[in-house]
């Protein structure tokens, strides 16, 4: 009798066994996965945008109605607002890319219309560069104040990328405006977009070091490289002439 129980004590002790190293197999031949997509998904406006038939056809259409805002904002109302999203973002992003303000900002105001549409700090950062570049001032106001009644926040890169735009377009008022929104934010510093701005400020000595002296507040053990004063005149030279 005792020799029974011992005997089915061990099938029953195999079998386990047997069950738990199965499951271990299969529980590394199928590992689980979690979904992250939704914190490290890629932001439509940084993805490559490719405009299908239907933008080509949009986008052009758009262009040859420019001149006549009437039948432009009939026309974005009855085939614009109805592009896929892909497609809707495709022709922004030419648009900005050929500097074309107006359809820009016309594009800019459908996209905050849909209902997929969510604040997203490259959309913007996009659409500033783009102003910069146009030195459209009153369009940059304006898309100012809405990504700050959305609550956009900039990281610092972005901030460093943003502020160059306008330097390098010779804004250097909306420039520092911005400089000081970054010093503001909530981020902590990084040393790359102050050297960034600073070499965006070549052609004005004074704001350089104003920058350069907050940079080593923040970096005191840093250093920083100063051009001779020869190059500060010869970039003072070339923006000027630029701007006349």
Same mark, same amino acid.
């Given at each position: 009798?005792?020799?029974?129980?011992?005997?089915?004590?061990?099938?029953?002790?195999?079998?386990?066994?047997?069950?738990?190293?199965?499951?271990?197999? &299969?529980?590394?031949?199928?590992?689980?996965?979690?979904?992250?997509?939704?914190?490290?998904?890629?932001?439509?406006?940084?993805? &490559?945008?490719?405009?299908?038939?239907?933008?080509?056809?949009?986008?052009?259409?758009? &262009?040859?109605?420019?001149?006549?805002?009437?039948?432009?904002?009939?026309?974005?109302?009855?085939?614009?607002?109805?592009?896929?999203?892909?497609?809707?973002?495709?022709?922004?992003?030419?648009?900005?890319?050929?500097?074309?303000?107006?359809?820009?900002?016309?594009?800019?105001?459908?996209?905050?219309?849909?209902?997929?549409?969510?604040?997203?700090?490259?959309?913007?950062?996009?659409?500033?560069?783009?102003?910069?570049?146009?030195?459209?001032?009153?369009?940059?106001?304006?898309?100012?104040?809405?990504?700050?009644?959305?609550?956009?926040?900039?990281? =610092?890169?972005?901030?460093?990328?943003?502020?160059?735009?306008?330097?390098?377009?010779?804004?250097?008022?909306?420039?520092?405006?911005?400089?000081?929104?970054?010093?503001?934010?909530?981020?902590?510093?990084?040393?790359?977009?102050?050297?960034?701005?600073?070499?965006?400020?070549?052609?004005?000595?004074?704001?350089?070091? &104003?920058?350069?002296?907050?940079?080593? =507040?923040?970096?005191?053990?840093?250093?920083?490289?100063?051009?001779? =004063?020869?190059?500060?005149?010869?970039?003072?030279?070339?923006?000027?002439?630029?701007?006349?």
């Amino acid at each position: 009798m005792v020799n029974m129980f011992n005997y089915s004590r061990s099938i029953f002790l195999r079998r386990i066994s047997r069950s738990t190293r199965w499951s271990t197999i &299969k529980t590394v031949s199928n590992p689980v996965y979690y979904d992250h997509t939704s914190s490290t998904s890629l932001s439509i406006w940084r993805r &490559k945008k490719e405009m299908g038939k239907e933008g080509l056809i949009i986008a052009k259409e758009l &262009k040859r109605l420019e001149s006549n805002p009437l039948r432009l904002d009939r026309f974005i109302k009855s085939h614009v607002s109805r592009l896929l999203k892909s497609d809707l973002v495709s022709v922004l992003f030419e648009f900005q890319r050929q500097d074309l303000v107006f359809l820009s900002m016309k594009l800019y105001e459908v996209v905050r219309k849909e209902i997929w549409y969510r604040p997203d700090m490259f959309f913007y950062r996009d659409m500033l560069m783009m102003l910069a570049r146009n030195k459209k001032v009153v369009e940059v106001n304006r898309v100012w104040q809405d990504l700050k009644n959305e609550e956009v926040h900039f990281d =610092q890169h972005t901030f460093g990328d943003i502020i160059r735009s306008f330097l390098d377009s010779g804004l250097p008022s909306e420039a520092m405006f911005i400089y000081d929104e970054m010093r503001r934010a909530p981020d902590p510093p990084l040393s790359l977009p102050y050297r960034v701005i600073m070499k965006g400020l070549l052609p004005y000595p004074e704001l350089r070091e &104003k920058v350069k002296q907050d940079f080593l =507040q923040v970096f005191p053990d840093m250093i920083i490289y100063d051009p001779p =004063q020869d190059l500060f005149e010869d970039y003072y030279s070339s923006t000027k002439e630029d701007s006349e």
